[in-house]
């Protein structure tokens, strides 16, 4: 596939003109004829260098504030020709069409100007027509034309023509036009999702134009990739690539923090996309000892995350533990020191920045969309369904479980005291074996159970866990009720001097 075409003319017109220079002094140095619009033209034309302005061509001036400029028979005439084609080749002579061979083109910036959160008016404007139309014609006819669709694209066209003198081969020609048409897929994307906020059709479009190769999937044997834009989220200070598995324990740990965002110090350490220890104490070391306490050896390997500074006394803490991960809003110097001290530990700065609304996961043969679990138990919202209310501190209990319960997969059973996560049964089938996973695990790491709450993600269907429960000590529960069966538990916890909650809301998390 060879079918080289040596480079005679171009057309360039871009938005931002950052790194253009290069090429537009290449392409003089051919003796390429250059043709160009408005802003482009002049500044081409500060660099000294010849230009063509594109009205020259089209004997037509730029119209309705830019609106029109390149869109013009004349203009797509000269992208479009076959050079094959006799019909076209006589077209061209009859109508005065000049041969393009190149397009350059930087589009209107349409993300980066929602992103300015600019009045829609704005982001009408920077809707790009021409210059998409004039992308969507090169590549089409890479046969004769080459597409230069992105600034990214800038310093390899530089070097195609520099080192073969403006010749290039039909290959790298179809490979910018595929280029080109994941520019323009993309940015079409971006329309779209801008136009369907609201979510009023029924369809998904998802454009991610820097996705990462990661090292492997879940296991070595799986292939893995990472599309997003994790640095939005997070400057990463030190440490190895991250993985597939700890992308994953990433996203968990930031989900449960935020649910503490404007809590006093707080604490997690997560494995496995669970958390393994979790408690707020009034300094961040406190709350750092007593989530290691939770669960000390879980926590080897895990991912660490707080909602306040890490500070020199808590990085030292941290120190002594093997973990992969440790996230913060900020590091102290000095607590960015210490922690440097493993090589290969990975040290994130979180950014104060929302996370996406919706969650998507694969399923079968597509994908499942579901907002955001945006629910958060508050102790205005609970319900007390026993003769006994729970106590002050009680509800700040039974709220801190019920944050971590919602986080934590299903089905699930959370024990927790002072604001302390004692133990939970994660993923179990049942929720007697959560719970009967959760108290054997507190007893492990020798939690004194008697006036701890009890969290369950959904209702419970028989009163079996709050007989399990009292026994082992627990004196509040947090369910969201619901079950035809719920007077069981009522009348249980009535006779046994426990006290219930309601919440109305289930927590499932699969
Ligand atoms: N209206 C048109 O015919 C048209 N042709 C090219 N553009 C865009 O105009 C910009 C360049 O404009 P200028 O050279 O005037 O700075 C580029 O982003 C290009 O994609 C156009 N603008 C928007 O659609």
């Known amino acids: 596939m060879s079918n080289e075409k040596t480079i005679k003319s171009a057309l360039i017109s871009v938005f931002s003109k950052d790194g253009l220079e290069p090429i537009v002094k290449e392409l003089d140095k051919q003796g390429v004829t250059i043709y160009s619009t408005g802003g482009t033209e002049k500044f081409i034309n500060d660099l000294g260098v010849n230009v063509v302005p594109v009205e020259d061509v089209t004997s037509y001036p730029s119209i309705l504030g830019g609106r029109v400029k390149t869109l013009h028979p004349k203009v797509f005439g000269g992208i479009l020709n076959r050079q094959n084609h006799d019909g076209d080749v006589a077209e061209l002579a009859e109508y005065d069409i000049p041969q393009i061979d190149v397009v350059i083109v930087d589009l209107y910036p349409f993300e ?8 829609n008016q704005d982001i009408i404007e920077k809707i790009d027509i021409g210059g998409i139309s004039l992308i969507r014609a090169a590549a089409k006819n890479y046969a004769d034309v080459i597409c230069v669709s992105s600034v990214d694209d800038y310093a390899e066209f530089l070097e195609l023509i520099s080192e073969n003198n403006g010749v290039i081969s039909e290959e790298n020609r179809k490979r910018f036009a595929g280029k080109a048409f994941n520019v323009s897929s993309h940015y079409d994307t971006a329309i779209f999702n801008y136009f369907n906020t609201d979510h009023n059709e029924a369809v998904l479009k998802i454009s991610e134009t820097n996705g990462k190769v990661l090292r492997y999937g879940e296991n070595p044997h799986q292939k893995g990739f990472f599309f997003g834009n994790f640095d939005e989220l997070f400057t ?10 700890n992308l994953l324990d990433v996203d968990a740990a930031v989900n449960l923090m935020l649910e503490f965002k404007n809590d006093a110090p707080t604490f997690a350490i997560l494995k496995h996309n669970n ?3 979790l408690a707020q104490r009034n300094t961040l070391h406190e709350a750092y000892v007593d989530a290691l306490a939770g669960d000390p050896v879980s926590a080897f390997g895990g991912v660490l995350i707080s909602n306040k500074e890490i500070d020199i006394a808590t990085a030292q803490e941290i120190h002594k533990l093997f ?15 210490v922690l440097k001290g493993k090589k290969n530990r990975i040290l994130l700065v ?13 399923c079968l043969n597509g994908v499942l969309v579901q907002d955001r679990n945006s629910i958060t138990d508050k102790a205005e919202d609970l319900k007390n369904v026993t003769n006994i209310a729970p106590t002050q501190a009680q509800i700040d209990d039974l709220i801190f479980a019920s944050k971590i319960c919602k986080h934590t997969k299903s089905n699930t059973i959370v024990l927790a005291k002072n604001k302390q996560l004692c133990a939970s049964g994660t993923g179990q089938t049942s929720r007697v074996d959560a719970l009967e996973q959760a108290i054997h695990k507190a007893g492990t790491f020798k939690f004194d159970l008697n006036g701890a709450v009890m969290a369950s993600d959904a209702f419970f269907p028989f009163p079996d866990c709050v007989e399990i429960a009292n026994n082992a000590g627990i004196a509040a529960v947090i369910q969201p009720g619901g079950s035809i069966k719920d007077q069981l538990s009522i009348d249980y916890c009535n006779d046994n001097d426990v006290a219930m909650v309601m ?8």
């Not at 100007?113 to 009045?119: D, F, P």
């Not at 200070?237 to 993985?243: A, D, R």
Request: overall charge positive; proline content about 4%.
């Open 350 to 362: 979180i950014h104060d920045i929302d996370m996406p609304k919706t969650n998507v996961r694969s």
């Open 236 to 245: 990463k200070l030190h440490g190895k690539e991250l993985s597939y598995n």
């Open 275 to 277: 958390a393994c220890g």
């Open 323 to 337: 973990c992969e991960v440790v996230i913060a809003p900020s590091f102290s110097a000095e607590a960015l020191e």
């Open 112 to 119: 980066k100007t929602v992103a300015s959160g600019a009045s």
């Open 503 to 510: 919440t109305g809301t289930r927590h499932f998390k699969h």
